[in-house]
């Protein structure tokens, strides 16, 4: 029933995300009638037995028993709905002991959240599943009416369903008209079930996510843990490019030159001019090295973001693209340098791209802040087709940028033009 010549409204009763929809109201009401049956009845045994030390394993007994619906809860939502809900951090004690678990489970907001849930849901639950079974019920029966209406004369001994009776007049739905306008009426409620089902369920995700999910705090957590790795993993990067690079280079080209200088000095006494061609060699030998060293000195950290600025530093970077490019700054302050030499080392990346895979004929920078963001925005004319889902470079960009609270856009269709935004914290 996916065909595109059958309207969307007619394949819905018959898609198997409605009969799933379905099936997860009819599965929630007795598993909210158990939730909550238990919820109530042990959390209420432990708040009386408070005034002794029985209370706290009871009420502990009871936000564990709503933990674990929970989990039922988030696996019907996953298999079912397709929504995947986190689950929240694990309850731990301290020490290990049942005491500690105790105090750890009726500490732990999740466990109430948990709780609060097994109550909310209940109501909810026998809510939908009345809703949705008097929909499906009626709408299927009264469609397929004519089919069976026979039954009436044949066992129970009346024309068909009584719409009103009484000692001297009945009502019957026999006629031929009787029997299209009630099909016509089921066809209007089996139309209108798929949509009531999923519009049920919707408020089931939302109390899902709101209330057995992880808290925001616990999310942070876990966002700032992987930024973390994220930001140790780039610095590894950059040391083992640095690491790379010296050895590559600079220390390549001293070994070389310390060899120039070792033959230049064992052959000065014998053969003047040829150790003066040594020597020449290893004066250019020296030169190169000193290039060298001072590039990689600028990729570390060039020496005039820190005495000037994004502006001179951003425009110092565009004179060495061999793509035009036009720099425009507008900054009312310097941002603090960490953000500063990001937004730097961002902008120069950008601009590799540009000069390497763009084939563009010109480019521009822009730089402005926004409230309490940086902005960034590289663009050019070229062939387009970037996209951070192929490739390591935008998407190591983009984790770079995530792991201070930043954001990398990448708009780029096929044929051009690109525009890559990117937003940092000012933090001033």
Not at 258 to 267: I, S, V
Request: hydrophobic content about 50%.
């Amino acid at each position: 029933m996916d065909s595109p010549l059958v309207p969307s409204a007619l394949r819905a009763p018959f898609q198997g995300r409605t009969w799933r929809a379905f099936l997860f109201t009819l599965v929630g009401l007795p598993l909210g009638i158990a939730a909550f049956t238990l919820a109530v009845a042990l959390t209420s045994t432990g708040l009386g037995l408070l005034i002794t030390f029985l209370g706290v394993p009871v009420l502990a007994a009871s936000l564990a028993v709503a933990r674990g619906f929970g989990a039922v809860e988030r696996a019907l939502v996953r298999g079912l709905l397709g929504a995947d809900v986190a689950a929240p951090e694990p309850v731990r004690g301290r020490t290990g002991g049942a005491f500690s678990w105790m105090t750890a489970m009726l500490r732990s907001g999740s466990a109430w959240r948990h709780l609060l849930y097994s109550v909310v849901r209940f109501p909810w639950a026998v809510f939908s599943f009345c809703v949705s079974l008097v929909v499906f019920t009626c709408g299927w029966g009264l469609l397929t009416y004519p089919a069976w209406h026979w039954v009436f004369p044949a066992y129970v001994g009346q024309d068909g369903i009584q719409l009103y009776g009484d000692e001297t007049h009945a009502l019957y739905l026999d006629s031929p008209f009787e029997l299209t306008v009630t099909c016509l009426l089921g066809l209007l409620l089996v139309l209108l079930w798929p949509p009531v089902v999923r519009g049920l369920t919707a408020v089931d995700r939302f109390l899902v996510a709101g209330l057995l999910g992880p808290g925001r705090l616990a999310e942070r957590v876990t966002e700032l843990e992987s930024e973390r790795g994220t930001a140790v993993d780039t610095a590894a990067a950059d040391l083992r490019r640095i690491e790379r690079e010296l050895h590559d280079g600079p220390q390549a080209r001293l070994a070389s030159l310390a060899l120039d200088l070792g033959l230049a000095k064992e052959t000065l006494a014998r053969d003047p001019e040829a150790a003066a061609l040594l020597v020449d060699g290893a004066h250019g030998e020296v030169k190169l090295a000193l290039k060298e060293l001072r590039d990689l000195a600028r990729g570390i950290h060039p020496a005039v973001l820190t005495d000037r600025g994004l502006d001179a530093a951003l425009s110092s970077v565009a004179g060495r693209c061999p793509v035009p490019v036009a720099v425009t700054v507008d900054l009312p302050a310097r941002p603090v340098p960490a953000i500063e030499g990001l937004a730097y080392f961002t902008v120069t990346e950008l601009l590799e791209n540009v000069a390497r895979h763009a084939r563009a004929r010109r480019a521009s920078v822009d730089v402005w802040r926004s409230g309490e963001r940086l902005m960034l925005q590289v663009r050019d004319d070229g062939a387009g087709g970037a996209d951070p889902a192929h490739g390591r470079g935008l998407a190591g960009l983009g984790e770079r940028l995530r792991s201070v609270d930043g954001v990398l856009a990448v708009d780029s269709p096929a044929g051009g033009p690109t525009t890559v935004t990117a937003e940092l914290p000012w933090r001033a």
